[in-house]
């Protein structure tokens, strides 16, 4: 199971991306309103306690706090300051939890936070279902949501995976750097899921 600081190890970085494993790491991202700072930060690129409490309507105290939650266990570093401000970055593009089979806890944290990531994925799709009256009919049309069922071995699985996983890698470098965009790029949103089904057994 894998989803996309210093704690017994702490997280590393891989392609750019902060890969945490060890149980202490991965639980530290098991708090909605962290996976909404770390959304911000990754949109805006840079955002003070202040900046997070006006998107997210939590106090500045409560932002404050789970940004240094998120410094403590290296997800995120400290800009350059801007006067009085106090602004945070993100460490790395993107962050995957991975479980540890010889780290039982592990699976566990990585469930808590895969569960968090579903639901604020589902509300995001939901958001766009409910604007969809007044998008771009040729934008919806590019648009899909999709499911599948088939066999597949181990092995078939996870190379499904990782090809799933780097399936945006075209668009690298767009999100930082404007003038790699092309004329009418808007921003946009890749959620997928690969797994074997518990529910069914082979027949």
Request: aromatic share 6%.
């Amino acid at each position: 199971m894998s989803t996309s600081g210093p704690a017994p190890s702490g997280p590393r970085q891989a392609a750019g991306q902060v890969v945490a494993t060890d149980p202490a790491s991965i639980r530290a991202l098991a708090h909605p309103l962290r996976l909404r700072i770390l959304a911000i930060l990754d949109d805006e690129g840079e955002v003070t306690a202040t900046r997070c409490a006006e998107v997210t309507g939590e106090s500045v105290a409560s932002c404050s706090f789970h940004l240094r939650m998120l410094a403590k266990y290296g997800y995120v570093e400290p800009a350059e300051r801007r006067g009085k401000e106090r602004p945070w970055r993100s460490v790395g593009r993107g962050r995957q939890t991975r479980f540890d089979p010889d780290v039982p806890e592990s699976l566990h944290a990585a469930g808590a936070v895969a569960g968090l990531v579903l639901d604020q994925e589902a509300d995001r799709v939901r958001a766009w279902l409910a604007a969809a009256p007044a998008e771009d009919p040729q934008w919806l049309l590019a648009s899909t949501m999709s499911g599948a069922s088939f066999y597949a071995t181990r092995e078939e699985l996870d190379a499904l995976a990782r090809e799933v996983e780097a399936l945006t890698d075209r668009f690298a470098g767009r999100w930082d750097d404007p003038s790699l965009r092309p004329a009418g790029a808007r921003p946009a949103r890749l959620f997928a899921v690969v797994n074997a089904d518990p529910r069914r057994t082979p027949r």
